[in-house]
């Protein structure tokens, strides 16, 4: 096919992303959110392990709008979304693209549980919207996006399907690769599902709390019919325990050879001034994926990076 | 030696060398669990056995090009179960034995050319083009069968290959043949 024909095949699903983006601005109109928009360069992005930023004249380009954002949550905004592009370098696949778009969102006075609440209220408002509500085809499937829906912890569904406990003897490359391999292929059908309650070291910003004999991060993840959608989390607000974080993951990402990013000072001071909040990640362009029946981003993206203007 | 890659580079169909052996990447998915490392998962077909398996990589991991090369060759003859053929550049004569010309000996006829692929100087296999040409040389006269459009007989091509065709084909037909599925496409040139 030529490039016009590959576009024109495009448009219904382009066509459905944009009523889908709409239905998300009303849903959170509607329940008073506020839009932001904060900077897409920055000289400082969230130090994270496994997230590397484009460079971009000695500056990033911003990986997630997370830091921002909170710092407008510090400063009184109690509920706040932005739907815009994020760019991660080197992330290319049939459900990556290294300029994807991000949804997030965060309420001030909140954990995680108010989030997964609003998971369940937005999906099936969006749904609803595109005329996919209570059922969407995807492949051989029908998902339902009627709750309730299921909420189970990472040490269950690892002792169910991989046969141990992250929790207690947590492992890196292990809990990756077994997440990977044997549990998030069959994770979120027909319904979408929440894996809560994640070993401290696999979040970098989210608040431990006791779980039965240890730690446990309170983020979670929301997963449907195979594709990790969202990333949501109570968040850290205590800054000591921050900079200790912010600082073993720099030292790592010196050791590994990957870019050491600034140090974070501004969003740190903020947190002095945040009490308890949360909020999460979703992705556009996967949730357009699922509500299309589409199987590579590709589908639902107008341009992939490989392509000249 | 092929050149270094590193797990960034890994994508489906790109050729790699593992423990001395080359391996085609057929399927390709990359993965990144939450906000885990990268993962790239492969699945490896190996280009001289033929035999598959899938194995997971991790950015870090690195990968040796598989050192390959085609050279355009002409088809001489069959000798015990060896096939010969010359270099038509340098008229250097190369055998490969049966197994590694595989299914394409059925398409294989006197000065076809075809491309061959060696690792590492050594021949490993053919590619034969879209499209061969050959002649009939038995078809069973007693068959009538169902004239409506669709059915079809066998018949033994001049390699030894047997084919469902059309039942208006005859014994010395020549048949176009598209060597990727294996089918006929149409005949080129009827007996007289």
Known sequence: MNPRDILAAKRWRLEMRSRILHGMRLFFMERGFTEVQTPVRTPAPAPELHIDAVRSEGWYLHTSPELYMKRLLAAG??????????????????????????????????????????CEDLLQAVCSHVGRYPHCPYGPHTLSVLPPWEDRTVRNVFRDRAGWDPLKNYDADRFALDLVEKIEPALGFPKPVFLSDYPPQEAALARLRPHEDLWVAERFELYWAGVELANGFSELTDRREQEDRFRECLDRRRADGRDVYPWPERFLESLEHLERAAGIALGVDRLVMLLTDASSIDDVTAFGPEHEP | MGATLTAGDLRKGLKLEIDGEPYLIVDFEFSKPGKGQALYRCRLRNMITGTQFDRTYRSGDKFLAADLDEQEMEFLYKEGNRYHFMNTATYEQVELAEESVGDAKNFLTENLHVDMLFFKGAPIGISLPNFVELKVIKSDPGVKGDTASGATKPVTLETGYEIQVPLFIEEGDVLKLDTRTGTYVERVKAST
């Open chain 1, 77 to 118: 905004y109690e509920k706040i979304f932005q739907i815009c592009p994020v760019f991660r370098k080197g992330e290319r696949g049939r459900r990556h693209h290294p300029e994807f778009t991000l949804l997030e969102w965060y309420r001030l006075g909140a954990d995680s549980n108010a989030l997964k609440k609003d």
